[in-house]
């Protein structure tokens, strides 16, 4: 199931957070980075829905939709004919 894997990372974050609040505190970034990569994997893939392991939480969204969205720039940019026109210009579009 896509995000269970990161789903559990929280809970096991959160956890530790009642244990060891310094602890928990590289955990979470660590959650939060793999939702971005989920998010950046699915724009890959063409699956425009948030895990639904990840829809009551706030930050898990949050994280995917920042992946999701800088992939999709990202593979517009690698097929956009100004950002690789060889005049070492800006581009008109993604700056």
């Known amino acids: 199931m896509r ?5 559990v990372m929280l809970a ?5 957070a ?3 609040p310094d602890q928990a505190d590289g ?16 724009a890959r893939d063409g699956v425009d829905q948030v ?3 990840f ?5 898990l969204v949050s994280h995917w939709h920042s992946g999701f969205d ?10 956009c004919p ?5 005049t070492g210009n800006p581009c008109p579009v993604h700056g």
């Open 3 to 7: 995000g269970l894997d990161i789903r």
């Open 12 to 16: 096991r974050t959160m956890i530790i």
């Open 18 to 20: 009642l244990l060891d």
């Open 27 to 42: 955990m979470y970034c660590d959650v939060m980075d793999e939702a971005m990569v989920q998010g950046m994997r699915d």
């Open 51 to 53: 895990p639904i392991l």
């Open 55 to 59: 829809r009551d939480e706030k930050l």
């Open 70 to 79: 800088s992939e999709l720039e990202w593979m517009e940019m690698e097929e």
């Open 82 to 86: 100004h950002c690789h026109d060889d």
